[in-house]
């Protein structure tokens, strides 16, 4: 139950996400998917498993990307539209959040952790999404080699 | 191997130079139009370099920063500069502009793709009333995958459809960005902490959090990253600074409510 709550909770924030990219209607639920598929990745890593967030962050990306190249593949759309919305519920905005306010209480070293923290997550996050894209672009190029050289012979 | 090295003494310039400029207009504009609304860097430079090709033009050269693009056509010693000074997310012109480079490719011819070009150009972005409910919307959601408490769920949407008014409001008749998110950062910690300090609301962090999640740089900080990593160096750092730039708005916004609230 919790788990479904969680599945309509990061589909309509990335949905809402959307309209404030405004990108084309058309494309909104797709979007709204994607988020929700990373998130629930996310999510069941790290409450269920208690895997360290920046593998289940990686994780998560790695599941964003994914779904945004099968739409994208489906809909001949640039692949930022979907990675845009559905990247919106994996940014580690509390731990920024949690930096920004050991820094008013003075707490120094307590803020360097969370900052650092938050710069890492977005990093494998980062990471996340570019592995993905560039073992599909590679495996992209390799077939479209193979399909040349059949066609060629 | 001559066919690698640029060739810059033997140009071919066969074609009519008023097809080349409208040419030259198409490709320009695409990429302009492209930067503005937040399509990656090495997407751009790929899509005017195909236009430019597909309509027969060799040796064309495109550098695109964050800021700048600069399209030469070498052969016709054609060259532009154009500087980009709004940036904004709206990714509705992408698609279409990648649209319409798939149908140059597949066979467009000059004239249509200047039409359709303006079409784009001309197309308009979703109402502000929707943008801001929507803002609230998003951010009611995040407290609750964070988890937080039913009660406080208004003040949320309240909050988040304030700081995405300012934003978006606000950032039309002004040209620094930095203020605006200050602004907006500054009301939504201030709309939280009154709401706990009524005794209504219980948790101020997670209301401030949720809120603040459609301002957060989430999404340029990644491009950015993934600029880098692609090889454009440039754009990737200007990215980069423009993304912190953001969060130390936040960081400031949020920061001198507390610092007052004690």
């Not at chain 2, 040796?59 to 399209?71: E, G």
């Not at chain 2, 597949?106 to 784009?120: P, T, V």
């Not at chain 2, 706990?196 to 959090?209: F, P």
């Not at chain 2, 754009?235 to 916004?253: D, F, H, P, R, S």
Request: hydrophobic share 50%.
């Amino acid at each position: 139950m919790n788990i479904f709550l969680q599945f309509f909770f990061s589909f309509v924030a990335s949905f809402s996400f959307g309209i404030l990219f405004n990108i084309p209607r058309k494309h909104l639920i797709a979007s709204g998917i994607t988020g929700a598929c990373a998130w629930l990745t996310y999510y069941i890593l790290l409450q269920g498993f208690d895997i360290n967030p920046l593998l289940s962050n990686f994780a998560g990306a790695i599941m964003l990307t994914t779904f945004s190249i099968i739409f994208t593949k489906k809909f001949r759309a640039p692949i930022i539209v979907f990675v845009t919305c559905g990247l919106i519920p994996l940014v580690p905005g509390g731990k920024a959040y949690e930096a920004v306010r050991n820094i008013v209480e003075s707490d120094y070293s307590k803020a360097l952790e969370s900052g650092a923290q938050a710069a890492l997550i977005s990093f494998s996050i980062a990471m996340g999404i570019i592995l993905t894209e560039m073992i599909y672009e590679l495996f992209r190029n390799i077939s479209n080699r193979v399909k040349e050289k059949n066609h060629a012979s | 191997m001559l066919d690698q090295l640029e060739q810059l003494d033997r140009p071919d310039d066969s074609l009519d130079l008023k097809y080349v400029r409208k040419v030259f207009f198409v490709a320009l504009n695409c990429g302009k139009t492209l930067m503005e609304n937040g399509a990656e860097t090495y997407r751009v430079e790929d899509t005017m370099y195909r236009i430019a090709t597909y309509y027969g033009i060799e040796n064309v050269q495109v550098f695109v920063t964050t800021t700048v693009i600069i399209l030469s056509m070498n052969d016709y010693s054609l060259s532009q500069q154009v500087r980009i000074t709004e940036r904004n997310n709206n990714l509705e012109k992408v698609v279409n502009i990648n649209d319409l480079s798939r149908r140059i490719v597949s066979g467009l011819n000059i004239e249509d793709a200047l039409i359709e070009l303006k079409k784009i150009s001309d197309s308009r972005i979703f109402p502000m009333w929707l943008m801001v409910m929507f803002g609230g919307i998003a951010g009611s959601m995040f407290l609750m995958m964070f988890g937080g408490p039913i009660q406080d769920l208004a003040v949320t949407f309240i909050a988040a459809a304030t700081g995405v008014f300012i934003t978006e409001g606000i950032q039309r008749y002004t040209s620094i960005k930095f203020f605006t998110e200050v602004l907006a950062a500054l009301m939504i910690a201030l709309i939280a902490n009154i709401y706990v300090g009524l005794g209504i609301g219980s948790n101020v962090d997670l209301i401030i959090i949720a809120s603040v999640m459609p301002l957060v740089p989430g999404v340029p900080i990644t491009n950015a990253l993934r600029e880098i990593i692609r090889g454009h160096f440039l754009a990737g750092t200007m990215k980069g600074v423009e993304a912190g730039l953001t969060a130390v708005a936040i960081g400031a916004g949020v920061g001198i409510v507390f610092v007052l609230v004690g």
